[in-house]
């Protein structure tokens, strides 16, 4: 549809006021572009912390489930180069701090860093957890997995943030890029737990599985924002030598049936995974700095175009207004005229992928997905471990009092209802309470 320009020309008394909102308005549009900037080189940081925290993660899984006697020393390293990054990521949300009042980014985005702020505090607990052998595997993995996505979800929010649409599309490529990667070092963490372990449960195996269904759905979704060059070099890494070590290992765990041994050893797997993830992160980087060159090219060419703005401020007045008209698709027909007119016509670029936002709920689904996965394996372990001290503590008192098992059982369930307690509880006790008497 062609609008016409009918209107009649500007009185002389609305000069000041059409000027000054010609300014303003190119002035939010810089003020914008500039916290990018300055958000770009904070997602920078973001990323450098959160590849090395994953290679943390990978160290620690291995070195807990061989119980401490593999990857000391790697896992030593890798928190020292942690610390270091993460003093880094700090002292970028400082900077940030400072200016806060002048940000527009949002309340969302603001929480997000104040829960960034509080996962990345747990991490010295963790890290002593972990090297006095006081958690096991799957709890460490869970832990790192819970601070990633809290500084993962700070990488979103800059997309929300984002409105060129250029700017837009390089933000989300490179979110959904860190998404999937992060899914490949959670596949590197629990394999390796599993590994040094000397044998795969059936959680393990399933998680594995929903691991690497996630991590092709990622590069999917990424590939959909992401320029040629980059979905090239993705391609290239994923048909490395090292990528297709990976997979072999991955058929062979496939293979095993709960229980059985890995029948791969823990330092192939750490070796070739992370080799494979390294290549990863070689595309990470170009995403973050062609994301940096774009936001500041966009910023110069903001300030270079205010006295472009100033004179279509004075084209406005003087009674020649600009009109833009948005259509869906191309259409030659309405373009010849519109021209003519002096009318601006612009067509959705076609390479952008015009439902952006299912496409956001399709990553917010699929990390709600993985994590109700991760939540549903824990609550079974859970379940497990406390099956197991039910039964500790049933034999014990089949021992002591000379019972059945029946009446052993039926004894702490009578036990829980008079105390208001869980029967897990009842068990605790007695457990603690026979080898405070074997003391």
């Known amino acids: 549809m062609i609008i016409e320009n009918n209107s009649t020309p500007a009185r002389r008394s609305?000069?000041?006021?059409?000027?000054?909102?010609?300014?303003?308005?190119?002035?939010?549009?810089?003020?914008?572009?500039?916290?990018?900037?300055?958000?770009?080189?904070?997602?920078?940081?973001?990323?450098?912390?959160?590849?090395?925290?994953?290679?943390e993660r990978g160290a620690a899984s291995i070195f807990l489930g061989s119980t401490g006697t593999q990857?000391?020393?790697?896992?030593?390293?890798?928190?020292?180069?942690?610390?270091?990054?993460?003093?880094?990521?700090?002292?970028?949300?400082?900077?940030?701090?400072?200016?806060?009042?002048?940000?527009?980014?949002?309340?969302?985005?603001?929480?997000?860093?104040?829960?960034?702020?509080?996962?990345?505090?747990?991490?010295?607990d963790l890290r002593n957890e972990i090297i006095s052998l006081r958690t096991a595997p799957q709890d460490s993995i869970k832990a790192f997995i819970d601070v990633i996505g809290a500084l993962l979800a700070v990488g979103y929010e800059i997309g929300e943030v984002a409105t060129d649409p250029q700017v837009s599309r390089a933000v989300?490529?490179?979110?959904?890029?860190?998404?999937?990667?992060?899914?490949?070092?959670?596949?590197?963490?629990?394999?390796?737990?599993?590994?040094?372990?000397?044998?795969?449960?059936?959680?393990?195996?399933?998680?594995?599985?929903?691991?690497?269904?996630?991590?092709?759905?990622?590069?999917?979704?990424?590939?959909?924002f992401a320029d040629r060059p980059f979905i090239d070099a993705l391609n290239e890494t994923l048909n490395s030598?090292?990528?297709?070590?990976?997979?072999?290992?991955?058929?062979?765990?496939?293979?095993?049936?709960?229980?059985?041994?890995?029948?791969?050893?823990?330092?192939?797997?750490?070796?070739?995974?992370?080799?494979?993830?390294?290549?990863?992160?070689?595309?990470?980087?170009?995403?973050?700095?062609?994301?940096?060159?774009?936001?500041?090219?966009?910023?110069?060419?903001?300030?270079?175009?205010?006295?472009g703005a100033e004179a279509a401020g004075s084209q406005a007045i003087s009674g020649t207004a600009a009109i833009a008209v948005l259509f869906a698709e191309a259409d030659p027909a309405r373009q010849a005229p519109g021209i003519e007119r002096g009318i601006g016509l612009y067509f959705l670029d076609p390479s952008v992928p015009t439902p952006m936002r299912s496409i956001l709920s399709v990553v917010e689904t699929q990390s709600r997905r993985i994590h109700?996965?991760?939540?549903?394996?824990?609550?079974?372990?859970?379940?497990?471990?406390?099956?197991?001290?039910?039964?500790?503590?049933?034999?014990l008192l089949m021992e002591s009092r000379g019972i059945a098992e029946r009446a052993a059982y039926a004894l702490m369930r009578e036990a829980a209802m008079r105390q208001n307690k869980r029967i897990v509880q009842i068990a605790e006790a007695i457990i603690s309470t026979a080898e405070i008497l074997k003391a």
């Open 14 to 55: 609305d000069r000041p006021s059409v000027e000054r909102f010609v300014r303003s308005a190119n002035l939010c549009r810089t003020r914008g572009l500039e916290q990018l900037v300055i958000l770009s080189e904070l997602m920078r940081a973001l990323s450098e912390l959160i590849h090395a925290l994953q290679k």
């Open 71 to 124: 990857f000391a020393a790697c896992l030593n390293e890798r928190v020292g180069d942690c610390q270091v990054l993460e003093q880094a990521v700090r002292e970028q949300l400082e900077r940030l701090g400072d200016g806060f009042e002048r940000m527009s980014c949002g309340a969302r985005f603001y929480t997000c860093v104040v829960l960034a702020l509080r996962a990345l505090g747990t991490l010295p």
């Open 172 to 224: 989300l490529a490179l979110a959904n890029f860190a998404q999937a990667k992060e899914y490949a070092g959670q596949e590197r963490a629990t394999g390796g737990a599993s590994i040094s372990s000397g044998r795969f449960t059936a959680e393990d195996l399933q998680r594995l599985r929903h691991l690497i269904a996630a991590q092709e759905q990622a590069f999917g979704i990424f590939a959909e």
């Open 241 to 307: 030598r090292d990528a297709a070590a990976v997979q072999q290992m991955r058929t062979v765990a496939r293979q095993c049936s709960a229980g059985e041994p890995a029948g791969v050893s823990a330092d192939d797997w750490y070796r070739h995974t992370t080799q494979r993830i390294d290549g990863l992160r070689v595309i990470e980087t170009r995403l973050a700095e062609e994301l940096a060159r774009l936001c500041a090219l966009k910023l110069r060419a903001a300030h270079g175009d205010g006295a």
């Open 372 to 395: 109700d996965v991760s939540t549903q394996l824990e609550s079974a372990r859970a379940a497990l471990a406390e099956r197991k001290l039910v039964d500790r503590a049933k034999g």
